[in-house]
């Protein structure tokens, strides 16, 4: 179910932990759960026995969704456990809910609580857990369970996000195959799939067969109004690369106009829309119109999405090449620098987006001024200590550095980067891929230092 339940009676919780003992590999915990009276209405929980009507267990159920912030971790001599206190905060709450609902959304209301849950995981740029979480799902299912191609769609999509685009691909295969065999029971959502395939191919510069995929994954959207905006985004975007202009921004206004009608729960894609046309106006060259969309992507994100969302830091980025293209780098300078103390200050932590401003940052400066190479190794810092980060901006770092030793005629150093990014690549791409030969080629003709 949606619930979590927990007890105002410390002696009913002590009873599940009866025989329960510390070991060297497992520790027995009692969480304690405080909720702050002005908090309360934004708080979803239930107090069972007040609909119940008489005193049981004195049950509470917490939403899933719920959002608690620990204050305090100790040992409880007196019940001889582990005590971890935690406070119910509504920090965030709108977001997870929103997350929810989109994914209930796509779905068609049939995906079950555990798959939210990992699906959440994934919205909030936690993947390492992620895919740890829906691993230890697929083995614990039965073979033929109904989640199993759910499952590896949300594992080809976190791969998407993380840019690993070969292991995409693979569980993209798997799920579409085990839908296409039971495709009675997987018609609402084999669209979900064959988009995903389609983003796929978009993302390794296949632009035809993304193309067909998405005309499939419409064939089989079932009507269901909210992949049906997702796909016409998709398509858009192919146009946009084609220079169809028109024909892009008509069909990103469509998808709009639909997701808008939902009313509620569509804001990441609506956002994601603005993005697309502001990228629509910047190759038509319309600089005013483009800033429009991208500073409204920009705020918008900034209220909606969880920090470090993708969309999130590719507006920032958006505004930074919109700035440059018109030759306004003091203005790029100025807003990328303010982007960086903000998420410096106050989310540290944030690795992948503080480490995209710094690639951007770098790419401000000419080779020649110290800056360049000064941030290019701050953001090389980042990923070299961080994994599932994004296979693409680290391996895009590796090759500006470089790039950089290859104008300095420092030729070992140039061929040691440029290998790493070779290695990355390979990873990601399928092993005949022109960008692989391309750089293979690079490092060939790079002269050998005597």
């Known amino acids: 179910n949606g619930f979590f339940s927990s007890t105002t009676d410390i002696q009913i919780a002590n009873s599940f932990l009866s025989g329960a003992i510390n070991t060297e590999d497992y520790k027995v915990i009692l969480f304690k759960i405080i909720v702050e009276q002005s908090i309360v209405e934004k708080i979803i929980f239930v107090d069972i026995d007040k609909y119940v009507g008489h005193v049981g267990e004195c049950e509470i159920l917490f939403s899933i969704g719920s959002i608690f912030q620990i204050e ?66 697929l083995q614990e299912l039965t073979k033929n369970h109904y ?44 669209s979900i799939t064959l988009n995903g395939i389609g983003n796929y191919y978009k993302s390794i510069g296949n ?24 796909i016409l985004n998709n398509i858009s975007t192919i146009d946009l690369i084609n220079k169809n202009y028109e024909k892009a921004l008509e069909k990103c206004i469509q998808a ?59 507006s920032i980025k958006s505004l930074i090449y919109l700035y440059k293209q018109q030759g306004l780098i003091e203005k790029a300078l100025e807003f990328s620098m303010n982007q960086l103390l903000w998420y410096e200050k106050y989310f540290p932590d944030c690795y992948s987006s503080i480490a995209n401003i710094y690639m951007e940052i770098s790419q401000l400066y000419d080779y020649n001024h110290s800056n360049h190479i000064y941030y290019l190794e701050k ?72």
């Open 207 to 230: 632009f035809n067969q993304a193309s067909e995929y998405y005309c499939q994954a419409m064939k089989y959207s079932n009507n269901n109004q909210y992949n049906m905006a997702i």
């Open 256 to 314: 709009r106009d639909i997701l808008q009608e939902m009313n509620s729960y569509s804001s990441n894609e609506i956002i994601y829309c603005h993005g697309i046309i502001g990228d629509i106006y910047l190759e038509m060259k319309n600089y005013l119109y483009a800033e429009e969309f991208y500073l409204t992507t920009f705020e918008m994100s900034k209220n909606i999405l969880f920090i470090g969302d993708k969309i999130k830091i590719n």
């Open 147 to 190: 989640d199993i191609p759910l499952i590896y769609d949300h594992l080809a999509d976190l791969f998407m996000k993380i840019t690993n685009w070969n292991e995409a691909l693979k569980y993209f295969n798997l799920s579409f195959e085990l839908k296409k065999k039971n495709l009675y029971f997987y018609q609402s959502n084999i």
């Open 379 to 450: 953001a090389l810092n980042i990923f070299e200590n961080n994994i599932h980060i994004q296979y693409l901006i680290t391996y895009q770092c590796f090759s500006f550095i470089a790039n950089y030793y290859f104008k300095k005629s420092l030729f070992d150093k140039s061929r040691k980067y440029y290998l790493k990014t070779l290695e990355i690549q390979k990873k990601i791409y399928p092993k005949d891929h022109s960008i692989i030969i391309q750089t293979q080629s690079i490092i060939d003709d790079i002269p050998i230092e005597m």
């Open 72 to 137: 305090n971790v100790d040992f409880n001599n007196e019940l001889n456990v582990w005590q971890i206190d935690i406070k119910a905060i509504d920090q965030n709450t709108s977001k997870v809910k929103e997350s929810i609902e989109t994914i209930r959304k796509r779905y068609g209301n049939k995906e079950n609580i555990n798959l939210i849950f990992g699906n959440l995981l994934i919205d909030m740029n936690q993947y390492t857990k992620a895919e740890s979480y829906f691993q230890m799902i």
